[in-house]
């Protein structure tokens, strides 16, 4: 499956975006969700994970709350809403894809978009 993620852009501190993340190549339905981030200097962190269903859904600490995940599976599209946008959330945010279960390891995703970046100022 590829994923293409867009909506990143420049936000001040408090404002919200919506970042999308389109699948083409296989059917979508099978595939578990995820959004992970990286910012400057530091490692990929999971975000969020929705699974096939859109169901269920699992966050980080810190944008539990905030960050909201959803889902198309006839449209092949993933959402991660994010409001109360902390300068702390900027980075470059990846849509990831895998077939086995809910997870917030990187590593368990063999699929990965190219990534969109977010830049909240303070």
């Known amino acids: 499956v590829q994923l293409q993620a867009s909506g990143g852009g420049l936000v001040q501190a408090g404002g919200s975006l919506r970042l999308s993340c389109a699948a083409s190549g296989r059917t979508f339905t099978p595939y578990i969700m995820g959004w992970f981030r990286q910012a400057p200097g530091k490692e990929r962190e999971f975000v969020g994970t929705?699974?096939?269903?859109?169901?269920?859904?699992v966050y980080a600490g810190s944008v539990k709350g905030r960050f909201t995940l959803s889902r198309d599976n006839g449209n092949n599209m993933v959402w991660l809403q994010m409001n109360s946008l902390k300068p702390e959330d900027t980075a470059v945010y990846y849509c990831?894809?895998?077939?086995?279960?809910?997870?917030?390891?990187?590593?368990?995703?063999?699929?990965w978009g190219q990534g969109t970046l977010v830049t909240v100022s303070s």
């Open positions: 929705i699974s096939q269903s859109g169901g269920a859904t």
């Open positions: 990831a894809a895998n077939q086995e279960f809910l997870s917030a390891r990187a590593s368990d995703y063999p699929y």
